[in-house]
């Protein structure tokens, strides 16, 4: 699938669980999920520049392989971290709408994770060795 399609349904996802409709809140504790992924991504920017990302899932020519702080634990932590935070606004503004866009948004994330493993192999000889040493976006489970 094309990349900036992939881009689009995953912002069209997020931006319909952002809109507000009626809801319930399935768990007074769906805080924690955003938290997490506050501070994920704060980890993640002590590691890895703004310069090294790409919002499309293709290689920058320049873009250097990290492997430390929470890329030892995952290949994709900026995923980890978007999907953290949306099942945090899931569990605060539970709907069925939400539901399917948040199933949308994780269908997305993974064809973008795929498209770009598939790529680091081409550009990165140590890649393999890295896939097989980590989970691809949830420590230790996935």
Do not use: C
């Not at 952002?18 to 769906?30: D, E, M």
């Not at 949308?104 to 790529?119: D, H, N, P, Q, R």
């Amino acid at each position: 699938m094309n990349s900036k399609v992939l881009v689009g349904l995953q912002f069209l996802s997020v931006g319909v669980i952002l809109i507000p409709k009626p809801s319930i809140t399935i768990s007074s504790f769906w805080w924690v999920f955003p938290l997490i992924a506050l501070l994920t991504t704060l980890w993640i920017f002590t590691h890895n520049k703004l310069g090294n990302f790409n919002i499309v899932p293709e290689i920058r020519d320049d873009a250097k392989l990290i492997v430390t702080g929470p890329y030892r634990f995952v290949r994709h932590p900026m995923y980890s971290a978007l999907i953290f935070f949306m099942l945090g606004i899931l569990l605060w503004h539970f709907n069925w709408v939400n539901l399917l866009f948040f199933a949308l948004m994780i269908a997305a994330v993974a064809l973008k994770a795929f498209k770009e493993e598939a790529l680091w192999h081409d550009h990165h000889d140590g890649y393999a060795a890295y896939k097989s040493s980590t989970k691809m976006v949830i420590p230790f489970i996935l």
